[in-house]
């Protein structure tokens, strides 16, 4: 399961945690003679959902990160705020990025080598697009493309190390 499904599931999980740590930390106090206001436990299940949430956007590049094949390089990373979510104007979240795996780099004919770039979206499916790259003439062509200068390009500096031109 993945996208807005899982966090769902999460954010469900959390609270029914939240929710019974709370009641029995409510029925303790009232045993030791406290008196918790009532609004507590729905007060502390949505504290706990949000925290939940915030947290969960904000450590969902990091955990996708890890889970590359090892020695695999984020190129670019796209960040962006949200209206549902205020604190993302001052701190945006990571929503994209495009990898590239060296391992998975091969040398075609014609001087030309050729990459799988992976285009991860956080609450989308993975796309892979196949890339190639004229590393001595600095071009780039995208899957089903025409050539095109590489500029700054980051895959073309990540697969022709040493050959990248200054824009």
Known sequence: MTGIGAD???VIAVA???AAV????MH???KAGLNPPPWLLTGGIGLAM???SVWNDYA???RTVATLPQGAEVLAVGRDSQPWAPWTYLAPVEVRFAALDPAQITDEAGGTRSAPIMLVERRGQTIIVPQDFDCAGDRIRPAR???MPAGDDAAFAAVCP???SDG
Do not use: K, P
């Not at 709370?22 to 930390?25: E, I, T």
């Open 8 to 10: 769902l599931l999460g």
């Open 60 to 62: 969902w590049f990091d």
């Open 162 to 164: 040493g050959e990248a």
């Open 16 to 18: 029914v945690g939240a």
């Open 28 to 30: 303790a106090a009232r």
């Open 145 to 147: 493309g025409d050539w």
């Open 50 to 52: 949000v925290a939940y």
């Open 22 to 25: 709370l009641y029995a930390g």
